[in-house]
């Protein structure tokens, strides 16, 4: 590399003849989730996790859904914050989270600060989440392994040409790394986002469904996850369900034993069930709620679930009382529920100088209470969590600054305030990528 050249993720350079991370705890705003927005429907259901997003990705997908802060050159400076590893680990344990989540971008170009943050994670005893593409080095993931919990990694597809043309990637180096996880013995789940009329076919559910059965093992969970159009892909369609569906029932057929659909709302393909047919946990978008478990087993027959980590989500507190009487002197914000827009992001900062507070609670619901530290800067997610909840409300104490933005499905950025414009329901949210 020439003096002053960066490498492809944008976050690398050579400065004086030394590699520098110009990256390293800079971050989208630290945000408050729910596990199952990264695709883990096996571990700890129902958890709350604090997600943390950098900038630069060592991918370059045409379809990527988080293109303002994945590629380094699109930033805009108010996407990004600072954070040392001290912070984000009082930050969690002082609103009770038990699990810090690595995602967004993608974590492998921050490796830094992920190292450090979740060893000192570690040492206060939450658990750390690695959502990744994992086009990263057998070294590198040597280094995770020990600090890492639970591994999310998005398997694109099984077409070398994929790789190359759509992310700019390399497919052997990303499936050497789901084998190494696997042979570690660290929690594992699989996503594959199917591209409509790109990757939602008969023939790529079997090759990814095929890796895992002679590769992996046919108990690791299989999303199958609804495309919607973003970044230099907007020229499409959401996946057809029914595409999701087939692939699902082939790798089923197949003899994958956990197949579930990812972004999708109102379908049984997102609840688990036991081999006995009863229903364990119960789930409507990213919101889960056991309903047959006794520990990690069946309530009916006993059989193991598959399902670990439950003493995280047992001892998880929520996020306030769950019994408060209505704000009279709070600010109410009212925001509907409208096509596929079921989630948002509320970011909120106290700007006085003492403890003020936060509540919400889906309309018509009780209140729960989120307590902010003098000077705290703050973001969550609300989701629709039923068929007939049409909204959320948000109420907000003097002293407090806000802002709401609507995000599809899981999480992702970028976002848009939601006074900056209407959102198209089932295409794409603003801004868009700009050629």
């Given at each position: ?53 950098n900038i630069g990705c060592m991918m370059n997908c045409a379809y990527c859904h988080n293109w303002k802060t994945s590629q380094s050159r699109q930033v805009s400076d108010s996407d990004v914050h600072y954070y040392t590893p001290q912070e984000v680990v009082a930050r969690a344990l002082r609103h009770g989270i038990r699990v810090l989540s690595w995602t967004y971008n993608d974590p492998v170009v921050w490796h830094e600060f992920v190292m450090e943050t979740a060893t000192l994670a570690k040492q206060h005893g939450l658990i750390n989440l690695y959502k ?304």
């Amino acid at each position: 590399m020439r003096p002053t050249q960066l490498g492809f993720c944008g976050v690398r350079g050579n400065h004086e003849g030394r590699l520098v991370s110009y990256n390293y705890g800079k971050s989208v705003h630290a945000t408050e989730e729910m596990i199952e927005t990264e695709a883990v429907y096996h571990y700890a259901p129902g958890s709350r996790i604090l997600s943390m997003g950098n900038i630069g990705c060592m991918m370059n997908c045409a379809y990527c859904h988080n293109w303002k802060t994945s590629q380094s050159r699109q930033v805009s400076d108010s996407d990004v914050h600072y954070y040392t590893p001290q912070e984000v680990v009082a930050r969690a344990l002082r609103h009770g989270i038990r699990v810090l989540s690595w995602t967004y971008n993608d974590p492998v170009v921050w490796h830094e600060f992920v190292m450090e943050t979740a060893t000192l994670a570690k040492q206060h005893g939450l658990i750390n989440l690695y959502k990744s593409a994992f086009y990263i080095s057998e070294q590198a993931i040597a280094e995770l392994i020990p600090v890492i919990d639970i591994f999310s990694l998005s398997l694109k597809s099984m077409d070398p040409a994929y790789y190359r043309k759509l992310t700019k990637g390399e497919l052997a180096p990303v499936l050497a790394g789901i084998k190494q996880v696997h042979r570690s013995g660290r929690h594992l789940e699989l996503s594959n986002l199917m591209i409509t009329d790109v990757s939602d076919d008969e023939a790529s559910a079997r090759a990814v469904a095929r890796f895992m059965l002679d590769e992996l093992d046919a108990s690791i969970p299989l999303h199958f996850v609804r495309f919607h159009p973003d970044y230099q892909m907007t020229d499409s369609v959401r996946t057809p369900i029914p595409r999701l569906e087939h692939a699902r029932t082939v790798a089923l057929q197949m003899g994958m034993r956990h197949v579930y659909l990812g972004n999708v709302y109102d379908h049984d393909a997102t609840h688990s069930t036991c081999v006995c047919g009863a229903r364990l946990v119960e789930r409507y978008g990213m919101v889960a709620r056991g309903v047959g478990l006794n520990g990690s087993r069946c309530a009916r027959c006993g059989a193991d679930s598959g399902i670990r980590g439950l003493d995280v989500a047992a001892t998880s507190p929520g996020s306030g009382e769950p019994q408060l009487a209505e704000p009279s002197a709070l600010r109410v914000i009212d925001h509907l529920w409208y096509g596929d827009l079921r989630s948002l992001h509320v970011q909120v900062r106290n700007d006085d100088t003492v403890e003020r507070q936060v509540r919400h609670r889906p309309l018509g619901g009780t209140w729960r209470v989120i307590r902010l530290e003098p000077g705290e800067s703050h973001r969550f997610i609300l989701a629709k969590s039923s068929p007939g909840e049409t909204g959320v409300a948000v109420a907000i104490e003097t002293g407090i600054s806000s802002s709401l933005h609507e995000v599809f499905d899981r999480a992702h950025f970028p976002t848009v305030a939601r006074e900056a414009g209407t959102l198209n329901a089932d295409v794409s949210p603003l801004p868009a990528f700009q050629k």
